[in-house]
């Protein structure tokens, strides 16, 4: 870090909601607007006005990060690098995200996965401090997975999908014909937040406590940390996204999680430390912000 203080943008650009902020060279937020997720062209220039009205008032940006809902082309060799994939989110399918900031604003751009992002923030800053080797899961409008390897987010064929695996179906919930236009059967058509609106009429927040869908999904998210458990063999689950900010949720979670692994992990993480296993965002609402702005630091970085 140099004596002349920079200035960073980041955009948590996710299915429902963008995030876009202005930050420095220590991490700290600056400045933050929210707005709905609309149709590309709406959305992207209402980011890039943003962008535009706050380096006006701190001063030019030093890179931009963008944190993408996926899935996303990460390959840097590929002419679609930057581009969204095949999402299940309408309209959004083949839109060159990151390309469009870099042409606007002529800068380094950063540009990973969300929950990749949101990944590294609770690992520099977050709950996940002390686990070099974690998985970030949101659970919100889709579900989607960031994991870190030595710190680093895994990149293979793509990146992992871990929204789109297959539980085993729940008894109350065999008739369920599931949301994701692209399987039927998966996590995200399951367990999402459009999934239990589908299944309920409403939010899981707006369910009694003795509703079935409490049990349901708390059985699904189970699963799929049971499962992360014996493939990933993570140091820590790091939980975030709107269906998560029902606090009632993780301890049934966790239970879960116990009864799924069925004893065959010996380990004390498992057996007596799930509390402290499978946890709550540390950074809260703000990892995926905050995981944005270390892309943008790194993308500077490089040019250091």
Known sequence: MTGVPRFFGAVEAGGTKFVVAIGDDRGQILAQERFPTAD???????????????????GPLAAIGVASFGPVELDKSSARHGFIGRTPKAGWSGTDIA???????????????????????????????DADNLVYLT?????????????????GLMHPEVGHIYPRRHPLDV?????????????????????????????LQQLGAAHPQWDIE????????????????????????????????????????????????DRGEILTGLDHYVVAPGLGEDAGIRGALILAQDAAATLA
Do not use: K
Request: charged share 15%.
């Open 175 to 203: 008739g369920f014909d599931g949301v994701c236009p692209f399987h039927g059967d998966c996590l995200e058509d399951l367990a999402s937040g459009p999934a239990i609106v589908a299944r309920t009429g409403v939010s």
């Open 99 to 129: 390309g469009a900031f870099a042409t606007t604003f002529r800068c380094p751009v950063g540009f990973d996965l969300d929950v990749n992002a949101a990944a590294l923030a609770e690992h520099r800053w977050g709950a996940a401090r």
């Open 139 to 155: 659970i919100g409008t889709g579900i989607g997975g960031g994991v870190l390897v030595d710190g680093v987010p895994i990149r």
């Open 218 to 265: 708390a059985d699904y998210l189970g699963q799929l940390c049971a499962q992360l458990v014996v493939t990933v063999s993570p140091q820590r689950i790091v939980m975030g996204g709107g269906v998560m900010s029902q606090s009632r949720l993780l301890p049934l979670i966790r239970e879960r999680v116990r009864h799924w692994l069925g004893g065959y992990i």
């Open 40 to 58: 590309p062209n709406t959305t992207l220039a209402a980011a890039q006005r943003c962008l535009r009205r706050h380096a006006d008032a701190w």
